[in-house]
């Protein structure tokens, strides 16, 4: 099973390049939905905060 | 059904946020299968041996950067057109995706080039008029974010794509055209395949898993850019999210 592992990840002898394509694949496609959320969040933080502005002036 | 309800942000916005969590969903069970099927279905390459192993996302990756841009363009040429809001935003929408997956295309090319051409990079056609492709993505970003009046941004962003849309057949054709280092299509839609077929399944299942990516990001970022743009606006004051 451990001899297997290693084999796996070995890759043939071409383990830096299919684990330095996947891997920055994996990292970019994980890190740009979290960038999308965190822009979301700042959004409606801001945008609430001028609605509030907005709705204190008026009173 | 009325299609054009849909054109307007108010009532896109929902619906974004429905397709952006089924495409989720439809990605994480895709790369599920397409990864098991990348690293313990697909046999060994005769020739490549493991190292093959890169085509089942340097391929999609390819694939989507040059679709992306073709959607994006339509969506930018029907906001000049037909002055709709919600198609410039789909365009803004896509960019950093396209601009991921080209970036995508071209990192694992060099990681796949490295040990089979003995060369991270070549000036040959097929990669440079990629990488011009890439800098078409990050000029739209730039060109969007440097100008205030959203649309008139969306305007000049819209003439740069649909120039740039002529760089397409370019890459597409680049492998006939020239004389290239890149090896030719192994999927063509007049000659059929010369993969053997549990490879060519898990590319196209890759490629379904990134297409249902770029789908969901897309949608997830087009509701940001809604709220965004539509902040001063009865519906988004309304919202649940921004009352709270």
């Not at chain 1, 496609?29 to 945008?47: D, N």
């Not at chain 2, 990864?35 to 340097?58: C, N, W």
């Not at chain 2, 898990?202 to 902040?231: D, N, Q």
Request: aromatic share 14%; net charge positive; glycine share 8%.
């Amino acid at each position: 099973m451990k001899e297997g592992l290693s084999e796996f990840f070995a890759m043939g002898g071409y383990a830096l390049y299919v684990w330095g394509s996947f891997g920055v694949t994996a990292l970019l496609m994980i890190v740009e939905p979290l960038l999308v959320r965190q822009r979301r969040k700042a959004v409606i933080q801001r945008v609430s905060r001028l609605i509030r502005l907005k709705s204190e002036q008026k009173s | 059904m009325n299609l054009y309800k849909f054109s307007s942000p108010a009532t896109f916005y929902p619906l974004a946020g429905k397709i952006g969590k089924i495409s989720t969903w439809i990605t994480v069970a895709l790369l599920v299968v397409g990864l098991y099927m990348s690293f313990f279905v697909a046999p060994t390459d005769y020739k490549q041996g493991e190292g093959y192993r890169i085509i089942f996302i340097h391929v999609p990756a390819a694939w989507m950067s040059m679709f992306i841009y073709l959607v994006m363009a339509f969506w930018a040429g029907m906001g000049l057109v037909f002055n709709t809001r919600l198609s410039s935003m789909m365009a803004q929408a896509l960019a950093p995706t396209g601009a991921i997956m080209t970036f995508i295309a071209l990192w694992t090319g060099a990681f796949w080039g490295k040990p089979m051409w003995g060369a991270w990079w070549v000036w040959d056609a097929r990669l440079t008029s990629e990488l011009i492709l890439f800098f078409l993505y990050i000029g739209f970003i730039a060109l969007q974010g440097s100008i205030d009046d959203s649309r008139r941004a969306d305007r000049a962003g819209a003439v740069l794509l649909l120039v740039g849309v002529v760089n397409i057949p370019i890459i597409y054709y680049s492998v006939k055209w020239w004389n290239t280092l890149h090896q030719g299509a192994s999927v063509s839609v007049t000659e059929g395949s010369s993969m053997g077929a549990i490879m060519l399944q898990t590319m196209l299942i890759m490629t379904f898993a990134f297409w249902a990516y770029s789908i969901a990001v897309a949608m997830y970022r087009v509701r940001v850019i809604i709220l965004e743009r539509e902040k001063d606006t009865r519906w988004v004051s309304e919202l649940p999210e921004i009352r709270r």
